[in-house]
């Protein structure tokens, strides 16, 4: 296994605006039987970010009160949760896993859950309400409007297409703190880190790529990697202040 090390500097600000330029071709599913793996850890180092305040101005019986929460989920050794992981323009490769439902955006204690998820372009999303209030869902490439829909009852579901790749930004019209995101991929090789911070990403083709990492703190970054026939090459992505 080779390790590429790669330090990344970032000056810190509040939530980063998230771009991403799709590749004009749509994704081939093809074989791939000489394949490699990227593996990899993003760690922050040094002092950990500032907390954000996170404000609820009405519906504190399901919403709760006033409180701080991270801007960066750090585990063991400031490990960095939730950040995606892709390659960027892979234009042909391994076939898409199988789904057997549909992707889901929760309204859950005035809260998106998953906070951060991964969805294949051209699919769908289900966006559920599991709160007792009205929740008013709206995602947004940059300032463009992907979907917006009132769920104005617990227990309410629709569901919207994602038509284009990229990074889509999810709010809530009816609380203003609630906020969430979507990478919509245009290719299977991408990843969300866990709580250890490590991210995999399996049979890709032997070749020269761009690794692009996106935290909704940090914004987005790019690493060469090298990916050889059968071998693992492991990137580890340093975060600072």
Request: charged share 20%; aromatic share 8%.
């Amino acid at each position: 296994m080779k390790l590429l090390r790669v330090v990344l500097s970032f000056t810190l600000f509040a939530v980063a605006p998230a771009t991403f330029t799709p590749a004009a071709d749509a994704y081939q599913e093809t074989p791939v039987t000489d394949g490699g793996t990227v593996t990899g850890t993003i760690v922050f180092r040094g002092s950990p970010p500032p907390m954000k305040m996170i404000i609820p101005t009405k519906d504190h019986e399901v919403c709760g009160e006033i409180r701080e929460e991270p801007n960066i989920v750090l585990g063991e050794g400031q490990t960095v949760q939730d950040a995606v992981v892709f390659l960027k323009g892979v234009q042909a490769g391994k076939a898409w896993e199988p789904s057997t439902k549909t992707p889901e955006l929760n309204n859950l204690k005035c809260d998106f859950v998953p906070h951060v998820q991964i969805v294949p372009v051209e699919s769908n999303i289900e966006i559920i309400n599991s709160d007792a209030v009205l929740h008013a869902t709206h995602g947004f490439f940059g300032k463009r409007t992907v979907f917006s829909v009132t769920l104005p009852n617990k227990g309410d579901r629709v569901v919207r297409p994602l038509k284009k790749a990229g990074i889509v930004r999810v709010e809530c019209d009816a609380h203003g703190w609630m906020l969430g995101w979507i990478y919509v991929a245009d290719s299977p090789y991408a990843a969300v880190t866990a709580k250890d911070g490590r991210f995999t990403i399996t049979d890709v083709p032997p070749g020269a790529y761009t690794l692009v990492a996106w935290h909704e703190y940090t914004g987005m970054t790019e690493v060469p990697v090298v990916v050889k026939v059968k071998e693992s090459v492991s990137v580890q992505i340093e975060l600072n202040k």
